[in-house]
């Protein structure tokens, strides 16, 4: 009796002492993913603006660093609003070889109604860069602060025509944020829209309008050429380069922080989560390299990366205050 109990404890030892290795051989076993043929790189806007070359600065760090070992192609899908992009990538369900370098317009375009599809269907891979909302007057108009602009608008609200490149979009609904906290009816602003954020930088300079609500990055060439000035930034706090003496919305007695113009690389629906794990790390050493880090400065553009919970968090935050905001100026469908 006494042998077969030892004989039966030796066996179980040698089984716990194996099992461990049989498991972990099991777990090599398992190959995790990585793409074996050519990823797209799906920009929402045409070829030769800003989302544009961004797009092609992660495919040539992501090339250049042999951070992907197959190749990156960027494919421009304009036309719709930014909708048609969100299209073509909901086409390739589960298939991690396309990702989306989406704008704020994914959140703006389903609450308008432009579109069914909403963000939650697509999978959040990794927020890039914030660039935050600034409004912007001539060099020579009266107006030196937001204050006196707020002033103005309140005696009356037609007043000052403001230029934008999209009723509804990140910068409209900033700055009707920002009205709304002033106490000025954001449904009452003279709102006049452009192609580009170039057209309206210039009929400021003309004189044709009064200010222009922009992303920082648009606003600084004729910033920097002394043809306007910068009033405000719609940022939680200051920021630093060429913007650094701007001062916040919050700083100048308006308890608002903005919508912001973000940047997110998401996936198609239904990615594994081994595909997930791939391109969330592999973004996030991208972004680490000096060509990323150096462009965003060259762009006055704070980078901020985020992924997993913390994007999801994020992306939730902003989608309820464009709600919000979009819900005071009747744009919701």
């Not at 972990?24 to 190959?31: I, L, V």
Request: with cysteine; aromatic share 6%.
């Amino acid at each position: 009796m006494e042998f077969k109990h030892i004989h039966r404890s030796i066996a179980a030892a040698i089984v716990i002492a194996v099992c461990p290795v049989q498991f972990a051989t099991e777990a090599r076993a398992q190959p995790a993913w990585r793409p074996d043929k050519a990823v797209e790189i799906i920009v929402p806007t045409a070829a030769g603006g800003t989302n544009d070359q961004m797009a092609r600065l992660m495919q040539k760090v992501l090339q250049d660093r042999k951070l992907v070992p197959v190749p990156l192609v960027v494919m421009n899908k304009a036309g719709g609003n930014q909708t048609l992009a969100v299209v073509y990538i909901n086409q390739h369900a589960a298939d991690a070889h396309y990702l989306l370098y989406a704008t704020a317009t994914v959140f703006t375009n389903q609450l308008a109604g432009l579109t069914k599809l909403h963000y939650a269907e697509l999978t959040p891979l990794a927020l890039f860069l914030v660039d935050h909302s600034v409004i912007t007057v001539r060099a020579d108009s009266p107006m030196k602060s937001m204050r006196d602009l707020v002033d103005r608008l309140k005696a009356d609200p037609e007043s000052i025509a403001f230029g934008m490149v999209a009723r509804g979009g990140p910068n409209h609904l900033a700055l009707s944020q920002a009205m709304r906290s002033a106490g000025v009816d954001p449904r009452k602003l003279k709102t006049v829209v452009f192609k580009t954020n170039a057209e309206s930088m210039t009929a400021t300079v003309g004189g044709h309008i009064h200010a222009v609500v922009s992303s920082v990055s648009a606003a600084l060439p004729q910033v920097l050429a002394g043809n306007t000035r910068l009033l405000a930034i719609a940022a939680p706090q200051r920021q630093t380069g060429a913007v650094a003496n701007v001062p916040t919305l919050r700083e100048q007695g308006i308890d608002a922080n903005g919508i912001a113009n973000w940047r997110v690389a998401f996936g198609a629906q239904g990615l594994a989560p081994a595909q997930i794990a791939y391109w969330d790390e592999t973004l996030a050493r991208m972004v680490t390299a000096d060509e990323w880090k150096n462009q965003l400065a060259a762009n006055n553009v704070a980078g901020h990366f985020l992924r997993g919970r913390d994007l999801v968090k994020y992306l939730d935050t902003e989608y309820n205050a464009a709600r919000s905001a979009m819900a005071d100026l009747g744009l919701v469908k």
